[in-house]
């Protein structure tokens, strides 16, 4: 897969699997925006990346704000020709009631 001359975007680009995939995309030629709203974790991404010989960059970004830091990343990043979206939150507790009955099974 080549991937020169090509921009991507990856949300989420700080955790486990958007760190992978960046690294791929950057492997392959593409010049990658990662996004998170971790600096630290940013930066050690696009340290091994480099180290790596990739090109690529980190915003800092709170996707779930919206507005302006949609806006903001739009312009930093410029124009995109491979757009990931790999955001996501990890809320832990029940998602739906649970009666007694149903924690006796």
Known sequence: MDLHGRRALVTGGTGS???AIA???AGAGATVVITGRD???GEEVIAGIRANGGKVDFA??????GGPAVRELAD????IDILVNNAAAN???A???VDGGLTAV
């Open 91 to 93: 809320i832990h507790g």
């Open 39 to 41: 600096e630290r974790r």
């Open 60 to 65: 800092r970004a709170d996707l779930a704000s």
């Open 23 to 25: 690294a791929r995309l």
């Open 76 to 79: 930093r990043a410029g124009d």
């Open 95 to 97: 998602i739906i009631p």
């Open 17 to 19: 699997i958007g760190r």
